[in-house]
């Protein structure tokens, strides 16, 4: 995978989801980020790109650093915003190619979290999404209790099993399902639903790599 051509046509797709947004629209609350709009969530996305550029990036991509990208751009419109993030665009291809694709997840996470606000699918089976499924599926199995037996992750084109021999559990949904379960983007409902063998509540802990999984059910 090609990284930094796989931000570009992340940022591009994004680009094309909010270009003449209307504002009550650009107002909607995201479900995946409940505290924003999507005028924020999309504020969010220029200023982390903008802080990169400038070497402002904290380790542990703190709410507080996040929050301030946000406030920053509170005056601006998506217009403006888009303007802005065209102009980084450049500047942060060249930053990844020195340091780094780590801005492609964000960008990746957060362009379903628009979609999900905004209703318009897309983007779904890109090299990046898998990139990111293999990423966090890391992240679940570090965050999986020692004691608890094997649990299978079983999509229509991946799978996964945390150990050898027979899973206990099993969870069964797409891909593209898994991967977003992965990123604390469905629900704890949504998960038991795909269960198709075993009991996924012991599991539900690590599914949470990104924070606690939302209390209604999330689809993109």
């Not at 947004?21 to 999309?42: F, H, S, Y």
């Not at 570090?142 to 992750?153: F, K, N, Q, S, Y």
């Amino acid at each position: 995978m090609d990284g930094i051509t796989e931000w570009t046509r992340a940022q591009e797709r994004v680009i094309d989801l909010v270009t003449d947004l209307p504002a009550a629209r650009a107002a909607a609350t995201v479900p995946a980020c409940p505290d924003w709009t999507v005028r924020d969530l999309l504020s969010h996305m220029v200023g982390l790109g903008a802080d990169v550029v400038a070497g402002d990036e904290p380790d542990d991509h703190n709410e507080a650093w996040t929050a301030q990208q946000v406030e920053a751009r509170r005056d601006r419109d998506v217009d403006a915003l888009v303007a802005e993030w065209q102009g980084l665009a450049e500047p942060l291809r060249a930053w990844m190619a020195e340091h780094g694709t780590r801005p492609l997840g964000d960008v990746t996470i957060h362009e379903q979290d628009l979609r999900g606000a905004l209703g318009v699918p897309g983007g779904r089976d890109t090299p990046a999404m898998a990139a990111m499924r293999e990423r966090f599926v890391q992240r679940f199995a570090a965050r999986l209790d020692p004691g608890l037996p094997p649990v299978a992750l079983t999509g229509d084109g991946w799978s996964w099993a945390s150990g050898d021999g027979e899973p206990a559990v099993e969870v069964r949904t797409s891909d593209f399902e898994l991967a977003r379960a992965l990123m604390a983007r469905r629900s704890a409902a949504q998960l038991r639903a795909w269960t198709v063998r075993g009991d996924v509540e012991p599991y539900l802990d690590a599914f949470a790599t990104l924070g606690p999984l939302p209390d209604r059910d999330l689809t993109e």
